[in-house]
């Protein structure tokens, strides 16, 4: 599966960005999809996750009420909505899919098998 994640840039606090991931090569509404993120000098992190049927979501606590997570399986694309950027934001953001099909959100890095390239955020102060 190749996935292109696209959206990044630089931001000012308090903004919002919406990153998406455009996904081919696999049956992707079979497949629940999952953010993560990874600052400089730090290890990649959680951030979203949500259903192959889109009904079920799960976030970090870092993230939760700011950032919402969806996807539209007709377009075979992922989303992640960005509001009240901070710059404890600020990462690469990798889009991945979730190694077996039909299963619950994951925050877990070992369940996902492919990873986009990243996409950059910036959020000044």
């Known amino acids: 599966v190749q996935l292109q994640a696209s959206g990044g840039g630089l931001e000012q606090a308090g903004g919002s960005l919406r990153l998406s991931c455009a996904a081919s090569g696999r049956t992707f509404s079979l497949y629940t999809m999952g953010w993560f993120r990874q600052a400089p000098g730090k290890e990649r992190e959680f951030v979203a996750s949500?259903?192959?049927?889109?009904?079920?979501?799960l976030y970090a606590d870092s993230v939760k009420g700011r950032f919402t997570i969806s996807r539209d399986n007709a377009k075979n694309t992922v989303y992640l909505q960005m509001n009240s950027l901070q710059p404890e934001d600020t990462a690469v953001y990798y889009c991945?899919?979730?190694?077996?099909?039909?299963?619950?959100?994951?925050?877990?890095?070992?369940?996902?098998?492919?990873w986009g390239q990243g996409t950059l955020v910036t959020v000044s102060s």
């Open positions: 991945a899919v979730h190694r077996r099909k039909r299963v619950l959100p994951s925050s877990l890095e070992y369940d996902y098998d492919s």
């Open positions: 949500i259903s192959w049927g889109g009904s079920n979501t």
